[in-house]
Nanobody, 119 residues
Framework: QVQLVESGGRLVQAGGSLRLSCAAS????????MGWFRQAPGKEREFVAS????????DYAGSMKGRCTISRDNAKNTMYLQMNSLNSEDTAVYFC????????????WGQGTQVTVSS
């Protein structure tokens, strides 16, 4: 099994920045791509960004391009999401997830961390 724990979510003013972290433990070698997702109140969970195992390949949702950077430190088993120029539409619970090597899907999920942007 793989355990994922997010941290860093908090209340931030519009225009501000925030860095989220996702600490992984367990059978980490069973994972490949890791990603961030978010779910706003009354909305479905949506993709934010993803990063390959090596960190060489990244992908971002259109709404986040230019405003966030995903990274990972495999030596620390930690993934990060740096978000800038936050606005009220970024208010959501942010989840980190990891794809299993075997199935190629996001099988492992964290519990989420709340990000609230005040206008």
């Amino acid at each position: 099994q793989v355990q994922l724990v997010e941290s860093g979510g908090r209340l931030v003013q519009a225009g501000g920045s925030l860095r989220l972290s996702c600490a992984a433990s367990g059978r980490i070698l069973n994972t490949s791509v890791m990603g961030w997702f978010r779910q706003a109140p009354g909305k479905e969970r949506e993709f934010v960004a993803s990063i390959s195992w090596s960190g060489g390949n990244t992908d971002y949702a259109g709404s986040m391009k230019g405003r966030c950077t995903i990274s990972r430190d495999n030596a620390k088993n930690t993934m990060y999401l740096q978000m800038n120029s936050l606005n009220s539409e970024d208010t959501a619970v942010y989840f980190c997830a990891a794809k299993s090597v075997i199935w190629g899907r996001y099988d492992y999920w964290g519990q989420g961390t709340q990000v609230t942007v005040s206008s």
